[in-house]
């Protein structure tokens, strides 16, 4: 294998590559808001609506490797010659390998394959159009490459799976036996009868299509509606009878069956150098007469090219709305790739490609969250009513639904039909929402009236409501029959004051079934999580906070939620539980919808002791002797991190949020960062684990002990952990210890021999380095969150715009000017720092700094503020520059 899988070929993202075919787990996003798909280097991969609605059959990382199914395009010549021009098909003829490219970009795949044998090239374009249309186009270019004339026929062959992921394994057979298939002019349209479930049977609304035609628009000249006729009782996909022997479909059963779209068109003769393009369009709709409309949509290869054109410039604008000049080229278009990942969860959420095998749809609820993050930095404004519509998930009890589906309002409860909840949930509405409350300065939005998200789980999922049924709703109600709406600033009360006396044994609030760790799910009765402890203690400090901010001297709340103010004895886990027990029968199955005042003042006060409080209590019980903090108590109690029987236990969770809630004091920093040093940075692949081998299984824990050490939330490279132990050191003012960190993440990303990837940030890396679970994953909304307002420091502050880098050497190693280009308040900017000496200190201050050639004034701690009034007179036309002198 050459030493780079891949390397980039312009300033957009895009990449090309001579063996990405000798790796068969590596797969491509392909997605708009209504269609998404997956797809190899050899046309594997899946393409889908939703859980239910598979155009091709379902697939996991392994099926990648061992499926026969895929997309295909078959050239026969002679019996000696057939060709796939994907390369998936049987050593059946002994003919020369083929000379493999890829080249891809932004939601865009081209292969090309050239076989001398065969004296044919094919080059496949896979990409899904922008927008609102639900199909892929694939676009096969046949070229001569011999010096003779060649006659052959081509055939394009799609399987038509068109059901729901379960039937892989629920009803494979009788399913097929729903298939309704309907012969088109350009193809193969399928309609199964029902949507087959045992709980309930539904009618089929979903139609899934194969259609194709050449560069002429001239149709296919026979079809093969269904495998069995395609592949013949002896063949496979990989060595189709139909193909092999060059036989016409025969007259057979068509319905009832597995479906096939095979498209044979007219045989061709090329001339040396000559070029045959067919065009293969595949979907899923729900009315015929949108199949005809994409038949008159993309019927010519011109509109295939503006299609794929206007494809790309809207992945590239979505790139390039936090643009950087880094003086790296590389950096900057893998970051490009980094950028549109909150997009990407947006359409997928965190199921539908390879390694994601175990999602329904819908995203779920600290996904959700997150993802806002990265997207409030590119338009506030518009994620202000996604935040709103979310904040409807949110229980009376502090809880939450855990999936949110695409449609607002939509939420379920977990998409198992699991009791359950996370104890870390309440955690990410409060982050996000000061996020958007800094960029935007609109505390308005903190008095948005919502309602509460009602079903049969109660007291956060200790009790089920045999009561409650689908009729009921799912809105909370008062005492009278009518829905509850409160504040978004009471849900965000209600989620972190019930976590307060939430708590266990060592007075930590409980784990409960499990935290950010999702793995931890094996402590649920006794189980205490030390680590987000210390986030609600950040969380209940950022409320106070903002109750002075909001220039009101009262707000209105839940009656009940006045069991949760006021002090008590802190040290009594009892008393907090009876506190707690109280506040969960009044509110049990509805609230009475009365609602007190509230002194801003006293309730601020009131928060901020109760933060004080967590703080001191872990830096008192959990800072260990050697030399960083406990995180968990397990499902006996005991505590779980530090040394025992000459094993030394540490979790960077534990140490990430201790840093970043500033439990830990600047002194114990230095502690944690010199024992992830010595525990969990490995010298070989310059990463940090998520945790030291604890060499058993941890049945009182969690499932994640049970896991391969190296892989998943056992010790890997596990991104989102280190992303946030960087945002952390940058938080706390370790700015060349924070960069080591992100840095680390690239470079892994990077190195393609190991990492095994396309450009983007996986969730993982495991112990041989290698990238697992790519594109879908919350790390890169905090990687955006960390580049952009940490070590470039441009952000929002209460609405207006604070710039306070966090630049380091490194990072003007190749340049002597570097850049980032970014909206704010609905300007757009270019912010230029100049190191005109080449700093080789990492110390330095702004000596100057300009808006569109004016001075402005500096503050103290090399930073910078422009006042938002000041922005908005700006015009919104152009892009303002803000040039930035170092010394």
Not at 334 to 343: A, G
Not at 381 to 400: E, T, Y
Not at 437 to 455: C, H, M, P, S, W
Not at 508 to 535: C, P, Q, Y
């Amino acid at each position: 294998m050459p030493e780079k899988l891949w390397k980039f070929i312009d300033n957009f993202g895009s990449f090309e590559s001579e063996s990405a075919d000798k790796i068969k787990s590596l797969y491509f996003p392909l997605a708009n808001e209504r269609l998404m798909s997956s797809v190899s280097p050899d046309l594997h991969g899946d393409i889908k609506t939703g859980q239910n609605s598979f155009l091709l059959s379902p697939v996991s990382r392994i099926d990648l490797v061992n499926l026969k199914s895929s997309r295909n395009f078959w050239i026969y010549i002679d019996r000696d010659k057939v060709w796939s021009a994907t390369g998936v098909s049987k050593d059946f003829k002994r003919i020369q390998d083929d000379c493999f490219h890829l080249k891809a970009g932004l939601l865009w795949q081209e292969i090309s394959r050239e076989n001398k044998d065969i004296g044919l090239k094919a080059e496949i374009l896979s990409f899904v159009p922008a927008g609102n249309d639900p199909v892929e186009i694939m676009r096969a270019k046949i070229t001569n490459v011999s010096s003779k004339r060649i006659n052959f026929f081509p055939t394009a062959a799609i399987p038509i799976y068109a059901r729901g992921a379960n039937n892989l394994r629920d009803h494979r057979h009788v399913t097929s036996l729903l298939q309704r298939v309907t012969l088109h002019k350009f193809g193969v349209i399928v309609k199964p009868t029902l949507v087959f479930d045992e709980s309930g049977h539904k009618a089929n609304k979903s139609i899934y299509f194969v259609l194709g035609w050449d560069q002429n628009s001239r149709p296919p000249e026979y079809l093969y509606p269904t495998q069995e006729m395609f592949c013949h009782e002896s063949g496979d996909l990989e060595a189709p009878g139909s193909i092999l022997k060059n036989e016409l479909p025969q007259e057979k059963l068509i319905q009832g069956r597995e479906a096939m779209g095979a498209l044979r068109f007219a045989d061709t003769v090329l001339t040396p150098g000559q070029t045959k393009t067919y065009i293969i369009v595949m979907g899923i709709v729900e009315s015929k007469r949108e199949i005809k409309n994409y038949i008159n949509k993309f019927k010519s290869l011109k509109q295939v090219e503006n299609s794929l054109g206007r494809t790309k410039d809207f992945w590239i604008t979505h790139a390039k709305q936090l643009d950087l000049s880094t003086g790296d080229p590389d950096f900057e278009n893998w970051f490009r790739w980094v950028s549109i990942q909150p997009f990407l969860r947006k359409f997928f959420g965190c199921s539908f490609l390879p390694d994601f095998d175990y999602g329904k749809g819908g995203r779920g609820w600290r996904d959700l969250w997150q993802d806002c993050l990265g997207l409030i930095y590119n338009n506030p404004h518009q994620v202000k009513g996604l935040l709103i519509n979310n904040f409807r998930g949110v229980r009376i009890d502090g809880s939450n639904a855990t999936i949110i589906g695409k449609k607002e309002g939509e939420f379920t409860s977990d998409r198992n039909n699991i009791s359950r909840v996370w104890m870390d949930h309440g955690i990410w509405p409060l982050l996000t929402l000061d996020s958007y409350l800094q960029e935007t300065g609109d505390f308005k939005i903190l008095f948005e009236e919502v309602a509460y998200f009602r079903n049969r789980e109660l007291n956060r999922a200790s009790e089920l409501d045999p009561g409650w049924d689908v009729s009921y709703g799912q809105r909370l109600k008062t005492s009278s029959g009518k829905i509850y709406t409160g504040t978004i600033l009471e849900h965000l009360l209600v989620q972190n004051l019930v976590q307060f006396f939430n708590v266990g044994k060592r007075n930590h609030i409980r784990l409960e079934g499990a935290d950010w760790n999702d793995g931890l799910d094996m402590a649920d009765k006794n189980g205490e999580s030390v680590t987000f402890s210390a986030m609600y203690a950040y969380n209940l400090g950022l409320l106070s906070d903002l109750l002075l901010k909001i220039g009101r001297p009262k707000i209105k709340v839940a009656r009940e939620l006045k069991l949760l103010f006021g002090k008590i004895n802190y040290n009594d886990a009892k008393a907090k539980n009876k506190i707690l027990k109280n506040y969960f029968n009044k509110t049990k199955f509805m609230v009475s919808g009365a609602k007190s005042q509230i002194d801003c003042v006293w309730l601020s006060r009131d928060l901020k002791m109760k933060s004080i409080w967590i703080r001191e209590h872990i830096r008192k019980r959990e800072w260990l002797k050697e030399g960083f903090f406990n995180g968990y108590y397990d499902n006996r109690g005991e505590r779980v991190e530090g040394k025992k029987n000459n094993l030394t236990k540490m979790i960077l969770t534990s140490q990430v949020f201790a840093i970043m809630s500033s439990v830990a004091k600047e002194w114990q920093v230095e502690k944690i960062l010199k024992n992830i040093e010595k525990y969990l940075f490995d010298r070989k692949l310059k990463g940090i684990h998520l945790n030291t081998d604890f060499q058993e299984e941890q049945y009182n824990l969690g499932r994640a002990f049970s896991f391969a050490y190296g892989e998943k939330e056992n010790g890997a490279f596990f991104n989102h952990m280190v992303v946030m132990l960087s945002f952390a050191l940058y938080k706390r003012g370790f700015k060349m210890e924070g960069w080591r960190v992100l840095n680390s993440i690239y470079n892994m990303a990077m190195d393609t021999q190991r990492s095994k990837i396309y450009p983007c940030l996986p969730e993982y890396f495991n112990l041989e380095g290698r990238g697992m679970y790519s594109y879908l994953t919350g790390s890169a909304s905090w990687y955006v969150l960390t580049l952009l307002t940490q070590v470039f420091g441009v952000r929002g502050q209460n609405g207006d715009l604070l710039i306070e880098p966090k630049l380091c050497r490194e990072q003007f190693k190749n340049t002597s000017v570097i850049s980032i280009n970014r909206s704010f308040a609905g300007r757009a900017f270019c912010i230029k720092f100049s190191n005109p000496k080449r700093i080789i200190s990492d110390s330095y201050k702004i000596v100057r700094v300009s808006l569109n050639l004016q001075n402005l004034p500096l503050t103290e701690n090399c930073r910078v503020i422009i006042p938002r009034r000041r922005i908005l007179s700006l015009p919104a036309g152009k892009i303002n520059k803000i040039d930035i002198i170092l010394t």
